[in-house]
């Protein structure tokens, strides 16, 4: 499934639309499982005074949707066109840190990484817009 063209063409504030939702789609997959082992241990039952003090909050995630996961697939697809250093970059702004922390990450002020940052959005709505192939 391919991601449709936006009407007035790509923009930097689109393409980083799509890196957000891929961020947040990659989110809710379920976690990466070592196969191959098990735990033969029996199941503890626990009373319910035990399970109100224990500190781990169950977390519930509801699945991506299939057109999700190939939205996002389609997505990373296009950090090929950019740098390892612009890839780290661009994930770290699509997964919401700070730009003083980016900035720590990549040893410069917080201004610089977003100057880095509008500069991959750039290359890779250019990509789009000449209809580029990723490599």
């Not at 169950?58 to 991506?64: D, G, I, L, S």
Request: charged share 25%; with cysteine.
């Amino acid at each position: 499934m391919a991601i449709p063209t936006p009407r007035g063409g790509w923009s930097a504030d689109e393409v980083a639309d799509y890196f957000i939702q891929a961020s947040r789609t990659a989110h809710k997959l379920p976690p990466v499982r070592v196969q191959g082992h098990f735990n033969v241990w029996p199941t503890i039952v626990r009373t319910d005074y035990e399970r109100m003090a224990s500190d781990d909050a169950p977390v519930y995630r509801f699945p991506p949707t299939p057109t999700e996961v190939d939205c996002m697939l389609e997505v990373m697809g296009w950090v090929q066109w950019l740098e390892v250093e612009q890839r780290h970059l661009v994930w770290m702004r699509a997964a919401r840190y700070r730009w003083y922390d980016i900035g720590k990450r990549f040893g410069c002020a917080p201004r610089t990484a977003q100057r880095r940052w509008e500069i991959a959005m750039y290359i890779v709505a250019s990509n789009l817009v000449r209809g580029s192939l990723v490599r």
